[in-house]
Nanobody
Framework: QVQLVESGGGLVQAGGSLRLSCAASGRIFYTFVMGWFRQAPGKEREFVAA????????YYGDSVKGRFTISRDNAKNTVYLQMNSLKPEDTAVYYC??????????????????WGQGTQVTVSS
């Protein structure tokens, strides 16, 4: 089993920054892909970014490219999402997720087996 706990959400003004953290525990393997998704009220869950534990490869959703950065600290089993130049449309609940299959990075939430409880990010205009 894998447990994921997000932290770092909050309220920020447009143009500001936040850093989200996802602490992973349990049976974590180098094949895992760790992802961030977000969901705003009335909208589908949207892919934000993902990173492979094994080689640090990353992949970003089009709406956050150039503004968000995903990174990981293997020693701490923690994945981070640095969010800069935040916009009101970034407001959502942000979820950390883990894909244990090791088949490469996917932007589909259906490929991720483990999910955190989510953390709210609100960007005011």
């Amino acid at each position: 089993q894998v447990q994921l706990v997000e932290s770092g959400g909050g309220l920020v003004q447009a143009g500001g920054s936040l850093r989200l953290s996802c602490a992973a525990s349990g049976r974590i393997f180098y094949t895992f892909v760790m992802g961030w998704f977000r969901q705003a009220p009335g909208k589908e869950r949207e892919f934000v970014a993902a990173i492979m534990w094994s080689d640090n490869s990353t992949y970003y959703g089009d709406s956050v490219k150039g503004r968000f950065t995903i990174s990981r600290d293997n020693a701490k089993n923690t994945v981070y999402l640095q969010m800069n130049s935040l916009k009101p449309e970034d407001t959502a609940v942000y979820y950390c997720a883990a894909d244990p299959r090791g088949w490469g990075i996917s932007g589909s939430p259906h490929e991720y087996d483990y999910w955190g409880q989510g953390t709210q990010v609100t960007v005011s205009s």
